[in-house]
C-alpha cells in the first residue's frame, strides 16, 4: 500500500496532533497499549501522542539493550518523568549480548536486535503487561529505504509483509510514518517537547552495534561509547543533521609512548542532510577535527588512529552497519 507522504512544508502540526491523537484513541478504545521509548525524536513525539490520547493506559518502557550512549537510559526517563510521563527502564543488557555474540553481518546483527527486542524483550513485556497494541516511531524514510532494500529497519514488519498480530501477538500503529524527520520535529515542538527533544540528533535503532563494524562485545560498545560522547560534545557547535564514531575492525599501527602500539581506527562521520536519504559530509575545520582526534587518542584507550569521511550519501550510507 502506497504511503501518502506529508511534506513539513505542507504539514499543520496542531492538526495533525489532534486526528492522530483521535485516531489512537479510536484505534486503542478502551484498551491498553505499550511503547519503547529510546528517546529520540521519533519515539519521543509518539510517546506523548499516545500519552495525549490514553494517559496512563499507555505503558512506556525504556529497553537497556546495553549498547546506547552514555547514561541514557537515565536521562531520558528522567526527562519524561519532568514531563509527566512515568517511563519504566528494562534492564535487557545481557540478552543483546548474548544475541550479537559471535554475528559480524551487518544485516544478521540488525536481524539479531530486532529478533531479541521484538520477540524476547518487548514481546514478553507485551505479553506480561496485556497490552495489545504498540505505539511506533517509524518514519517514511524507513519505509523507503525498507522497501528499496537499503537497510532492514527494524521497526516495519507490515511493509516487509509481515503480520505483527500473527507473529507477535499484538498490533502496531505507526502514527508517524506519513511525515518525514523534519516533519516530526515540527509535531514534537507543538506538543510541547523542549528543544533538546525535538531537535536532537537521530541515533539509529540498532544504537551503538551500528558503529561497530564486526562482532559487537560489551569491550567494544565501551569504547566507541566513549569516543561517542567525545565526539558528540566536540562537533556540537557544527549543528550538523547527525554526527557520530565508528569503531573499525582492523587494527592499525601505531606508535604510543615511543613503542609500536598495534591499535584501534576510529572514524567520524559528520553529516549535512535536510531529511537523512542523502547527506554530504560537513566541511568541519581543520582545528575542530584536531582537537576532536587529539582528544579521543588521549581519552579512548588503545586508539592510534582518527580519520574523517568524505564520501557523499549515496553511495555511503550515514550508519557504517
Ligand atoms: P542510513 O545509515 O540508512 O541512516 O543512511 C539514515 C538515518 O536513519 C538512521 N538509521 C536508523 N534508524 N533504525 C532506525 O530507527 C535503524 O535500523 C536505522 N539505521 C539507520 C540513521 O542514524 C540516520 O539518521
Known amino acids: ?122 514481546g514478553q513485556l507485551v505479553r506480561k503487561s496485556g497490552a495489545k497494541f504498540l505505539l511506533h516511531g517509524t518514519i517514511l524514510t524507513d519505509v523507503d529505504e525498507t522497501i528499496a532494500g537499503i537497510k532492514r529497519q527494524h521497526n516495519v514488519f507490515e511493509q516487509l509483509g509481515i503480520d505483527p498480530r500473527e507473529a507477535f501477538g499484538y498490533t502496531i500503529i505507526e502514527p508517524l510514518v506519513q511525515l518525514r524527520k523534519d516533519g516530526v520535529r515540527k509535531v514534537a515542538e507543538a506538543l510541547g517537547l523542549p528543544e533538546s527533544v525535538y531537535n536532537r540528533m537521530p541515533f539509529p535503532g540498532p544504537a551503538l552495534a551500528a558503529r561497530v563494524i564486526g562482532e559487537v562485545t560489551p569491550e567494544k560498545i565501551e569504547i566507541v561509547r566513549q569516543a561517542t560522547a567525545i565526539t558528540e560534545a566536540e562537533l556540537a557547535h557544527t549543528k550538523a543533521f547527525q554526527y557520530m564514531a565508528i569503531l573499525h575492525q582492523d587494527r592499525v599501527t601505531g606508535i604510543r609512548d615511543g613503542k609500536r602500539d598495534f591499535g584501534l581506527q576510529i ?7 535536510v531529511d537523512a536519504r542523502t547527506a554530504r559530509p560537513t566541511r568541519v575545520s581543520y582545528d575542530a577535527l584536531d582537537k576532536l582526534a587529539d582528544r579521543i587518542v588521549a581519552e579512548v584507550p588503545g586508539v592510534v588512529s582518527v580519520t574523517y569521511n568524505i564520501t557523499l550519501k549515496p553511495p555511503s550510507t550515514m550508519e557504517a552497519v
Not at 31 to 41: H, Q
Not at 52 to 76: H, S, W, Y
Not at 93 to 112: H, S, V, W, Y
Request: hydrophobic share 40%.
Open 1 to 122: 500500500m502506497k504511503i501518502k507522504e506529508i511534506k513539513a512544508t505542507e504539514l499543520d502540526a496542531e492538526e495533525f496532533i489532534k486526528e492522530k491523537v483521535n485516531e489512537i484513541f479510536s484505534i486503542v478504545g478502551d484498551g491498553l497499549a505499550i511503547n519503547a521509548l529510546s528517546g529520540g525524536v521519533d519515539s519521543s513525539t509518539v510517546t506523548m501522542l499516545g500519552h495525549k490520547a490514553l494517559g496512563d493506559r499507555l505503558k512506556t518502557c525504556f529497553i537497556d539493550n546495553g549498547i546506547m550512549r552514555q547514561n541514557e537510559p537515565q536521562q531520558v526517563a528522567s526527562l519524561f518523568g519532568q514531563l509527566g510521563v512515568y517511563v519504566e527502564i528494562v534492564d535487557a543488557r545481557e540478552k543483546f549480548f548474548n544475541a550479537l555474540k559471535g554475528i559480524t553481518d551487518p544485516e544478521e546483527k540488525r536481524e539479531a536486535i530486532t529478533q531479541t527486542f521484538y520477540r524476547n524483550v518487548f
Open 267 to 273: 572514524e567520524i562521520r559528520c553529516w549535512d542532510s
